[in-house]
């Protein structure tokens, strides 16, 4: 149980376009879900905490208007990378906590994004 | 401020040696504290965390508040716990802060 899917889990995108990221919950109810970055050999930077229903929480630095997240379901999360740039190509991880479950997260297998 | 501090990038060592992967944290209350690993080509999957106290594939991880400290251990490592390995935090939320991660590398 407590698997998470992200589609795709890779895409190329031409610098000025939009790509949409998707994290799925699925066998369980996800309450919180929370997008990661990690750059190569590098640590999972948190980039938001998303509650379903409501508005993302973004962490100091990451910018709301480029980077948006819709957590319109218990088992959906989007993250839009908008107007991408080369310097957004990264991996992007989405990780979930279901309800009941104190402060576990469980991992997607991360989107590795390449803007050309 | 918050922060997780993993000194050592890799760790190499000889099957059947014993492992200690350092952590340290900084943190003004009691936070809770985790092992995520990830293996070759896997996603990230919790090892380990503190209040369990439980011993996970052989690993166990003991919290000293007084050096603020949270390292894994194993006394014989085997070539399958090859991986990456992230001390994580937790405090008053559920948000993770991670640290740069550990590589170990078992040899035969």
């Known amino acids: 149980g407590a698997v998470v899917s992200q589609h795709p889990s890779w895409v190329i995108c031409k610098s000025g376009t939009s790509v949409k990221i998707e994290c799925r919950s699925l066998?369980?109810?996800?309450?919180?879900m929370f997008w990661y970055r990690q750059f190569p050999k590098q640590s999972l930077m948190l980039m938001a905490t998303?509650?379903?229903?409501?508005?993302?929480?973004?962490e100091q630095g990451v910018e709301k208007d480029k980077f948006l997240i819709n957590h319109a379901s218990l088992t959906l999360s989007t993250l839009t990378v908008t107007s991408a740039h080369p310097e957004d190509s990264s991996f992007y991880i989405c990780?979930?906590?279901?309800?009941?479950?104190?402060?576990?997260?469980?991992f997607g297998p991360g989107t590795r994004l390449t803007v050309t | 401020a918050q922060r997780v501090t993993q000194p050592e990038k890799l760790l190499s060592v000889f099957k059947g040696a014993p492992v200690e992967l350092k952590c340290n944290y900084s943190?003004?209350?009691?936070?809770?504290l985790f092992w995520y690993v990830q293996y070759s080509r896997q996603r990230l999957q919790l090892l380990l965390r503190?209040?369990s106290r439980e011993s996970i594939k052989g690993f166990t991880a003991d919290l000293n508040k007084g050096e603020t400290s949270f390292h894994l251990k194993k006394p014989f490592a085997q070539e399958e716990d090859s991986a990456m390995y992230y001390c994580?935090?937790?405090?008053?939320?559920?948000?993770?802060?991670f640290g740069t991660g550990t590589r170990l590398q078992v040899f035969p």
């Open positions: 990780s979930a906590t279901g309800t009941g479950s104190t402060y576990e997260q469980y």
């Open positions: 943190y003004s209350g009691s936070p809770e």
């Open positions: 066998d369980f109810q996800a309450t919180t």
């Open positions: 994580a935090l937790s405090g008053s939320s559920d948000k993770l802060i």
């Open positions: 998303s509650n379903e229903g409501s508005k993302a929480t973004y």
């Open positions: 503190h209040i």
